[in-house]
């Protein structure tokens, strides 16, 4: 069976060859998507001041089923923004500042 190369961006700066997967290209775009949204955002924000919470204390404090605040904190664990922490029978959330601020730097970059 023939293996199929990697699909690959291939830029040429002077003489530095620049390259970007695909794979790595849409990893990054899933990580921009999560945080481009306004209620992951606020889930991003209830978490930096309240810095650990329950699926169940979010969708109370904004008002949201409890259903829709899973499928977005899945979201943001997925694109390692938050990361769970299990307690006994109860899962707390906490922001990965260290995640947000890659996507900190990375959005200043590209938006200069």
């Known amino acids: 069976m023939a293996k199929h190369k990697k ?37 991003v924000n209830l978490l930096e001041k309240e810095e650990r919470m329950t699926v169940t204390q979010i969708y109370i404090k904004l008002r949201i089923e409890q259903s829709v605040a899973s499928q977005h904190l899945a979201i943001l664990r997925k694109a ?28 200043t970059t590209l938006s200069n």
């Open 80 to 107: 390692g923004i938050v990361q769970p922490h299990r307690e006994g029978k109860f899962i707390y959330y906490s922001l990965e500042k260290n995640r947000l601020s890659q996507i900190a730097d990375l959005v």
């Open 7 to 43: 699909e690959r961006i291939v830029l040429h700066q002077g003489d530095e060859e620049i390259n970007i997967s695909y794979d790595s290209l849409r990893s990054a775009v899933l990580v921009l998507r999560a945080i481009n949204h306004e209620l992951r955002r606020s889930i």
